[in-house]
């Protein structure tokens, strides 16, 4: 059900998965309060679809990609000496 939130296309959308996810955690309140307070308000927009699609990201939702390119650049620069143009 969370996923369904997380990848709502539009805020509209959203709203829609919010309402359902509301109506099915009201019987667990405590742990509805914890979502909402820890994830959905403070991070909704960096990990919802309807806000993280107007960003462009060329596809990459993770930054596994990245840390690999720079732990290999890390090893081809260990001595701190070299630069991209002189090797």
């Known amino acids: 059900m969370l996923e ?6 539009s805020e509209e959308l959203y709203t829609n998965a919010i309402v359902h996810f509301t109506k099915v955690c009201r019987i667990f309140p405590k742990f509805m309060n914890h979502v909402e307070s820890t994830i959905l308000k403070p991070l909704k927009k ?15 939702t993770t930054t596994n990609k990245v840390e690999y390119a720079h732990g290999r650049l890390k090893q081809y620069f260990k001595d701190g000496k070299r630069d991209l143009v002189r090797g």
Do not use: C, E, R
Request: no cysteine; net charge positive; charged share 15%.
């Open 4 to 9: 369904k939130l997380m990848h709502s296309p």
């Open 46 to 60: 960096k990990i919802v679809k309807g806000w993280t699609n107007h960003v462009m990201h060329f596809g990459n």
